[in-house]
């Protein structure tokens, strides 16, 4: 067993005796899967030096490396969690010069704390924007690393957990303004003469393809005729009906829900769309109202006449397919 030599310099605690928290809470995010030892090293470093913290992992399964898709799920998780810590770590540039940060967001209520990466920046922007910021440079506080490549373990936990004992922000590392923290980039539909070009934002375990398209933008493009809408990707196109249960479509039939988080979904009753469809996180689907009632799945073929768009709708004022993510709040 691990006799503590690692403890950080200025914890000023016994490792092993329970201390008042101020945060109870660390939920934690990353892309170190479950096949190593990396997420229980980490679960270990927080109780360890904030004994009786409770950790919650969303998820460790975002794949290696993919910084869009662990900003995604941690946007979308970031309003369901228990107040207190997040810690989140997806780090390609780790050992580099990109910065070691704490956010703090609701006057203190939270405190995000990653990697400088855009990682962060959706769910900061989700909750309302920086209140405070941190690079976290002293590494008085940092555990004795053998190497540079496991953040997580030596810079990140054990700043989380001394977050949770209630130590400022400022004893951690040097104030920065958060304007200055890297945005996230997030892919935006934009509406053009042969429909509205969306983007697959996810892909879930039961095949559902979200969409990075409101309920709001298929309902300025009118129903179409019983509800059906065009679908083109791949070079192809078929049709998906809007429904408002999975149980209300056919076998074989795609259909547009709105999901859990109240985006457009592609899905299939109790089958997978993207493996019908062949869609996958970061292609582009073209959706155009349909005046042909035919629905039916991927190789649906048959005519496809799009709404007339016209030149009046601004589409709230988005004028790129994407746009960075304002930390304040702003964007």
């Not at 970031?78 to 780090?91: E, I």
């Not at 192809?236 to 999975?246: L, P």
Request: proline fraction near 6%.
């Amino acid at each position: 067993m691990a006799t503590h030599q690692n403890v950080p310099a200025g914890a000023g605690v016994d490792p092993g005796a329970a201390q008042p928290l101020v945060h109870r809470h660390v939920s934690f995010l990353s892309d170190y899967g479950l096949d190593d030892e990396f997420v229980g090293v980490v679960h270990s470093v927080l109780k360890a030096l904030a004994p009786g913290v409770d950790v919650i992992d969303i998820t460790h399964g975002i794949a290696p490396h993919d910084l869009r898709g662990g900003a995604l799920a941690l946007a979308r998780s970031v309003q369901y969690m228990c107040p207190g810590v997040v810690l989140a770590v997806v780090d390609p540039g780790v050992g580099t010069d990109r910065r070691p940060v704490a956010v703090e967001v609701g006057d203190g209520s939270s405190v995000l704390i990653g990697p400088d990466n855009g990682l962060l920046a959706p769910a900061v922007s989700m909750v309302g924007g920086a209140t405070r910021a941190v690079v976290l440079d002293n590494t008085e506080h940092h555990l004795e690393a053998p190497g540079p490549t496991f953040d997580g373990r030596d810079v990140f936990a054990p700043v989380a957990a001394l977050v949770c004992r209630g130590m400022d922000l400022a004893d951690l590392g040097t104030e920065i303004d958060p304007v200055s923290l890297l945005p996230g980039t997030l892919a935006l539909s934009r509406l053009e003469a042969d429909g509205l070009h969306a983007e697959v934002l996810w892909v879930d375990r039961f095949g559902n393809v979200q969409l990075n398209v409101d309920p709001e933008e298929l309902d300025a493009m009118g129903p179409g005729v019983g509800g059906v809408f065009g679908l083109s990707f791949h070079g192809r196109s078929t049709f998906a009906r809007r429904v408002g249960a999975f149980g209300s479509l056919s076998t074989g039939e795609l259909g547009l829900i709105i999901d859990s988080y109240g985006l457009i979904a592609v899905v299939a009753d109790q089958a997978s769309a993207a493996e019908e469809t062949g869609l996958s996180a970061g292609e582009e689907v073209v959706l155009a109202a349909s005046r042909t009632a035919t629905v039916g799945g991927p190789d649906t073929t048959g005519s496809e006449v799009p709404v007339e768009l016209g030149g009046t709708r601004s589409h709230r004022g988005r004028g790129s397919s994407t746009d960075p993510v304002d930390l304040e709040g702003r964007g």
